[in-house]
């Protein structure tokens, strides 16, 4: 077996991907995917806690993707812009090449109720970053808390239409229709 | 012991909810809970399917409450003003006498990871519930489903100031006053 090889990482997430989807997530252990990867599974566990982390693997990259074009934004962008900001880097997140993984990983998580619950937790923690970083900018409250809500609630149903079958349009778009979807909603009532 | 009472269920619920805040959610059992409201545990039971739905007694009418007022509404209400119409009815659910109820009942709540899913999928089952109940009246995708998921994240953050120490104002003024911040929060990044 390889001690080291550039992407191990990146075939031992595909390789166990692979394995939950054929044979499931409960009947799966970490020796499998090793040994499937043609690695030993002291080198997975060198990439991953548990079995469970190779599907949530790159949570900090994913907040900072929310976060970091709202630390670069004009110091009096209002709280939705900064949110429609983060939308549009969450765009180079989930690129066209990221979809059929993404698919897949989506039908795992539906598989298993506690992956379930670690997505809704991720989804959680990204509500409270995002909250803290529109405070720390000094927009108030009951304003920062629901740009926040708001934000990771059209980032995730874009994110449900963009795994949709047959779905084809680029996440920005999707993202950039129910954002504007969401504005003539609230203005229609505003008249 | 009394074979029936007027008030028997409102009386299980307050012993159940004093004994969960005394001595912890966990260690406090059914027949506890019949013993000390003074009736047998067989009739805990024609009240309730088990300890915690004690907590989570009266989710249809809870649904009732946001989706009556939407099929009450006139033909042509844009969805958003349908949110509003859900969110006014829920001010009559939550009267200022519920407020130490709901309060005690929160703490519950957090004490118990397992209690606390149980909140979230109530909160799923409204969101499904009001997409369901806008889309039957017509309105269309991405804005039946986006008008459900941001009506119950304003109910939800409402809510929670609502119970929050120290809030006085009464449930309608907290939920009018968090629809008005989305609206120029939306309002003032379409300019």
Do not use: C, N
């Not at 997530?25 to 970490?30: F, S």
């Not at 949570?59 to 900072?64: E, G, R």
């Not at 963009?162 to 979807?181: N, S």
Request: net charge negative.
């Amino acid at each position: 077996m390889a001690r080291w090889q550039p992407g191990t990482r990146e075939r031992l997430q595909a390789t166990a991907l692979r394995l939950f989807q054929e044979q499931g997530y409960d009947r799966t252990t970490v020796a499998e995917i090793a040994a499937a990867a043609d690695v030993t599974e002291r080198t997975f566990f060198r990439h991953f806690a548990d079995k469970r982390e190779v599907i949530f693997a790159g949570q900090d990259d994913f907040l900072a993707m929310f976060i970091d074009p709202i630390a670069d934004a004009p110091a009096d962008a209002p709280p939705f812009a900064l949110i429609a900001r983060s939308l549009d880097s969450a765009g180079h997140f989930f690129p066209e090449e990221r979809r059929p993984f993404s698919r897949i990983r989506q039908t795992i998580i539906d598989s298993e109720p506690s992956l379930g619950e670690r997505e809704l937790a991720k989804l959680a923690t990204l509500k409270v970053r995002l909250g803290e970083v529109l405070r720390d900018r000094g927009i108030g409250e009951p304003a920062a808390t629901l740009a926040a809500e708001t934000g990771v609630t059209v980032f995730h149903l874009s994110f449900q239409q963009w795994i949709a079958e047959e779905e084809v349009r680029p996440f920005a778009d999707i993202a950039r229709e129910r954002l504007d979807a969401l504005t003539s909603m609230v203005t229609a009532t505003a008249l």
